[in-house]
């Protein structure tokens, strides 16, 4: 008998049965990039999700759906958050600044913190002090976890500070700064400039960007950021007050900007840092030219003073990614977007690896299925989200929902010890199609694990293209397909294996 399959995309879908779950955000999804995803030390712990421009959810741990978490705040909320569990069981939210008295760029004049207790409340927001029209922009913050320290629950504070965003005029410049938020302090020590030597203020790979911070076992900070094709780094011995020389740690090829990158509107590989529990130190970013950037790690065994260079995932393009150290773990792990495996580079999956002190291992895929690269009219964010807790892994990421054409949030929780690529565990067939304004070509990704061969199929107004995969692999295939002969108007795409089969709607933008 035949069988037709209607093809329904599911979300709050529970993939990754074997290893955790995944899902995207909203049904229909949301629209979002730039996630941040943490879970609280409350009992019961409750998740945070954050993203762009201005969302906000929490739910209880395992519940199925998230919740908009309502706050309000004098100085606005405007994307880029970052979310870090406080020692209480509270949460602390840095975020950009939407000033109402003023215009975009000039709104982002302060850098927020907002802090929510152990019931999800909203109970501080604090703000840093106004520099006349500087723009202030991509924070990152961490909070002093040690009970054996002073400062313990103490907030730290880092991000970059333009003069006149996107100026080329030689006299405005970007630098890193930094605050702290004492614990229980209701408003934050006076500003540090932390940087020696400013960068431009394009937003470019001359602009002091991507700064991150680490506190060691000795309450030693750690500094680490992007500029003019190198890697800094900077310490301070007396909790932020004053600062270190600046030192280049490694060199980025071709800067933290991905320029000629074709599937998004703007992509990076800004460090990121994480301290280990003996006071190791790991960095992790991406490098290189167009098409062949790889993923770098840096892993020092003397709190940050040397560092070895370790190289990995060579393969076509990866970026964004993020590094988390599991409490006791030897090892940090790593979370990045590759285009491995694609023979388009035109789909990612979300890679975890281990830095170890000499190579990555234990490679695994943990998005339950590929994401589309949809081109330079889309801005799919510019970092992703990674913690651990006890013996799991809590990430997010930018999705694309193709039918809406819309960047959207995937989040997925997974266990310490990852056992399979997670697309394998899926069964059931799946089919991406879209083609970006920008382009001339179709991208396809189509996937049938219980199917050895299939057709792909395409109609529009009597006309009809195919073609025929002989040998499909079970982790799917991708490729792309001209659509110079097609009009500009719909199209049927059909995913076909003997009498069952699949469809997809597709609008072509000529």
């Known amino acids: 008998m035949l069988r037709r399959f209607v093809f329904l995309s599911v979300f709050g879908f529970s993939g990754l049965s074997a290893q955790g779950s995944w899902s995207v955000v909203g049904n229909p999804p949301i629209a979002g990039n730039e996630p941040s995803y943490a879970i609280s030390s ?58 109402p008295e003023a215009e975009w760029p000039d709104f982002f004049n302060r850098m927020v913190v907002e802090r929510f207790n152990s019931f999800g409340q909203h109970v501080q927001s604090v703000a840093t002090p106004i520099r006349g029209s500087k723009m202030q922009d991509k924070p990152w913050i961490c909070v002093n976890q040690n009970p054996q320290s002073s400062d313990f629950g103490a907030l730290y504070l880092t991000w970059t500070e333009f003069d006149h965003y996107g100026s080329d005029a030689p006299g405005d410049s970007s630098r890193i700064c930094f605050a702290r938020l004492g614990p229980g302090a209701i408003s934050f020590d006076s500003l540090v400039i932390v940087s020696d030597r400013c960068g431009n203020a394009l937003d470019d790979d001359g602009t002091a960007e991507g700064a ?71 960095v992790v970013f991406t490098e290189g030219e167009a098409g062949s950037r790889r993923l770098v790690g840096l892993r020092s065994s003397d709190e940050g003073h040397s560092y070895r260079r370790i190289e990995g995932l060579a393969e076509g393009e990866n970026f964004a990614p993020q590094i988390a150290w599991r409490k006791g773990a030897w090892h940090p792990r790593i979370l990045v977007h590759s285009t491995s495996g694609f023979s388009t580079h035109r789909f990612f999956h979300v890679h975890s690896l281990t830095l170890k002190k000499k190579r990555f ?88 694990p219980e199917k050895h061969s299939c057709t792909l199929e395409l109609e529009q107004g009597g006309k009809k293209w195919q073609q025929v995969i002989e040998e499909l692999p079970r982790e799917g295939i991708d490729l792309q397909w001209p659509c110079g002969s097609m009009d500009s108007g719909p199209v049927l795409v059909r995913l076909r294996s003997g009498g069952d089969y699949i469809t997809e709607n597709l609008l072509i933008r000529r």
């Open 361 to 448: 291992a234990q490679d695994r895929v943990l998005s339950e299925e590929p994401t589309l690269l949809p081109g330079n009219s889309y801005f799919m964010g510019d970092y992703a989200s990674w913690q651990s807790q006890g013996r799991e892994w809590y990430g997010a990421y930018t999705h694309f929902y193709a039918p809406k054409s819309r960047p959207c949030i995937a989040v997925f929780v997974a266990p310490n010890r990852l056992r399979n690529h997670a697309y394998l565990q899926r069964s059931g067939p799946r089919l991406q199609v879209h083609q970006a304004p920008d382009s001339s070509h179709i991208f396809v990704y189509a996937a049938w």
């Open 42 to 99: 409350s009992e019961p712990a409750r998740e945070y999700l954050a993203f762009n421009t201005h969302a906000l959810y929490s739910r209880l741990k395992g519940a199925v759906d998230f919740e908009p978490l309502v706050f309000q705040t004098p100085y606005g909320y405007y994307g880029d958050p970052v979310l870090a569990p406080a020692p209480d069981g509270g949460m602390f939210l840095a975020h950009l600044a939407k000033n």
């Open 212 to 282: 991150t911070i680490g506190i060691l076992p000795n309450d030693v900070l750690l500094c680490i950021w992007a500029q003019d094709d190198g890697i800094w780094q900077d310490r301070s011995f007396d909790l932020g007050r004053t600062w270190q020389r600046d030192t280049v740690i490694a060199l980025q090829v071709g800067g933290w900007n991905h320029d000629g990158f074709q599937g998004a509107m703007r992509v990076n590989g800004m460090p990121f840092l994480a301290v280990g529990p003996r006071g190791q130190v790991a």
